[in-house]
């Protein structure tokens, strides 16, 4: 039996508010031709005032609760992208750090230019010719100033592959548009799992997006290999790049592998670095939607999400969607939060490292999957001492394998459930999700709080559900729906609130005399 109540669990750390930044960024005068950035010491106390603009690529569906994040632990004024999944905040060069530690956000970039209202001319060729023209006017010396501090606080990859060894796949991957929206890109994107960049604009990409991603080839030098090898010895180091274009917008006459080639070899010829598809220093994007252009460079190497599961299952919820959805259910110190279809324990292992005043519980019917949520609290408690270079006192939550129509819980004894329901897909079936619904409806009515308990539940399934929470109206009020990309599926998040009405067992109702927990 888990006991229902926790005290003492930890205090909350306090964020310092930051002084609100403005929209304007510093003119500093670089030699917009170097090679490389430098920065000195005598450097740091100016540019540590400098005021740059954040992009951050965010869950589709979360892009409020990522803004009140940002709003709350930055101090700083959020906008959010109508490109969807897509959020751009201000902030001082000094809080680059805790931009890195935000939990509901995937990617990072800073933002070069932004071009609200973008005026397209009418042919492709003159389109791509101002492309072109583009990487010559803008303002790259304080993004790139800002992409050689945040070296030090990025999270690196431990390596980098190449996405496939035969290269004229790798043309075809890279050298032609990427439609996301297909049903066969996902099998092909997770063959190349090295490649997690792509992959995580895969897992939250807008209706109708392509991404396309400048192809080395396409813009390598001509000159023999040789002749290259031996200035790399005697020449400074280049940078390599290589330059990524979101497109989302059907009235582009252009494609958005037309707009990386040629953006891309003016970017080149301007920079004089070197075209790189895998092992690259400096990822330039282009983002377009519709009328909207914003050029950026990216200060991620892998994305943000990938931080406390190492032992997957076949259905991982990102960790930025689990903090969303956790943060959707405004928890307070001391609540116990209870996932009881944890999988791999994606959702309680985020709510242990950020509400750690609160008791989570992780449950599953999958004895595997108990296993992996155990092992993925070991792993990140692991990572903590090693980070730390002291033994961690643990997190607060616990696994415990259970039915989750049978749970081994006190009625009444849960404030928070958020859990990820089976979409009926690769877990289950929708058939069996008639069933399945309202018998875990029911179940998690009687183990929440009357009046104050609260449910978030994430499922694709939403027919199914809506049948299900109508014949549960008297326990189960909801107050709110968000909806999210999953993996490419569109998904709903139901926020519940527990009615004041208790718990009546069917037994009872039948006029049997039943035994509770």
């Not at 500093?28 to 031709?33: A, K």
């Not at 790139?144 to 980098?160: E, G, Q």
């Not at 099998?187 to 090295?194: E, L, M, V, Y």
């Not at 909806?483 to 009546?504: D, H, I, M, S």
């Amino acid at each position: 039996m888990v006991e229902d109540s926790v005290r003492n669990l930890g205090s909350t750390t306090n964020m310092c508010n930051i002084e609100e930044a403005t929209n304007q960024l510093l003119d500093v005068n670089l030699h917009e031709n170097q090679r490389s950035v430098q920065v000195t010491k005598s450097d740091l106390t100016s540019e540590s005032e400098l005021l740059v603009t954040v992009g951050a690529t965010v869950p589709t569906g979360f892009e409020q609760t990522a803004a009140d994040e940002v709003r709350e632990k930055l101090g700083s004024p959020c906008k959010i992208s109508r490109d969807r999944g897509k959020i751009y905040f201000v902030i001082s060069l000094e809080s680059l750090a805790q931009v890195h530690c935000l939990r509901s956000v995937d990617n990072l970039f800073v933002v070069v230019q932004e071009f609200q209202d973008y005026q397209f001319k009418k042919t492709k060729e003159e389109v791509l010719k101002d492309f072109e023209d583009l990487a010559g006017k803008l303002s790259w010396s304080n993004p790139l100033k800002v992409w050689k501090i945040n070296d030090s606080f990025k999270k690196k990859k431990a390596k980098r592959k190449k996405i496939n060894q035969n290269s004229s796949k790798g043309k075809i991957n890279y050298g032609q548009e990427v439609k996301i929206d297909q049903r066969n890109d996902k099998r092909d994107f997770t063959s190349h799992a090295s490649d997690s960049h792509i992959l995580d604009y895969y897992e939250n990409p807008a209706i109708g997006e392509e991404v396309s991603t400048l192809v080395g080839d396409d813009l390598a030098s001509c000159k023999d290999e040789t002749d290259e090898s031996s200035k790399e010895e005697t020449e400074p180091q280049v940078l390599k790049f290589r330059v990524t274009c979101n497109r989302a917008g059907e009235k582009h006459c252009f494609t958005s592998n037309e707009a990386a080639r040629d953006f891309g070899g003016a970017v080149q010829d301007y920079f004089k670095w070197k075209a790189d598809m895998t092992n690259f220093d400096v990822e330039v994007l282009l983002n377009i939607h519709d009328n909207e252009v914003i050029v950026g460079i990216a200060l991620t190497e892998e994305s943000l999400h990938r931080r406390n599961i190492t032992h997957f299952g076949p259905t991982t919820l990102r960790s930025t969607l689990a903090y969303g959805m956790l943060r959707l259910c405004d928890p307070l110190p001391y609540d116990i939060i209870v996932d009881p279809m944890c999988g791999t324990g994606a959702i309680p292992i985020e709510g242990a490292t950020e509400w750690s005043d609160c008791f989570h519980i992780a449950g599953d019917n999958n004895p595997l999957a108990v296993n992996r949520v155990a092992n993925n609290i070991a792993s990140l408690l692991t990572k903590s001492q090693i980070k730390e270079g002291k033994p961690s006192w643990g997190l607060p939550i616990d696994a415990v394998q259970w039915d989750i129509c049978n749970l081994p819980l006190r009625t009444g004894s849960v404030d928070i459930i958020v859990t990820d329901l089976p979409f009926g897909k690769r877990i289950g079936s929708k058939k069996r999700n008639w069933n399945l619904y309202p018998a875990c409806l029911r179940e998690m009515s009687r183990v929440c709080t009357p009046t104050t308990g609260r449910a978030v539940l994430l499922t694709q399934d939403t027919k199914c559900f809506t049948k299900a929470l109508s014949g549960m109206r008297h326990v189960w009020r909801k107050v709110d729906t968000v909806w999210v990309n999953v993996g490419g599926l569109r998904a709903a998040v139901y926020v519940l609130l527990r009615t004041p009405e208790a718990f009546v067992h069917p037994s009872e109702q039948d006029g049997e005399r039943g035994t509770l927990w």
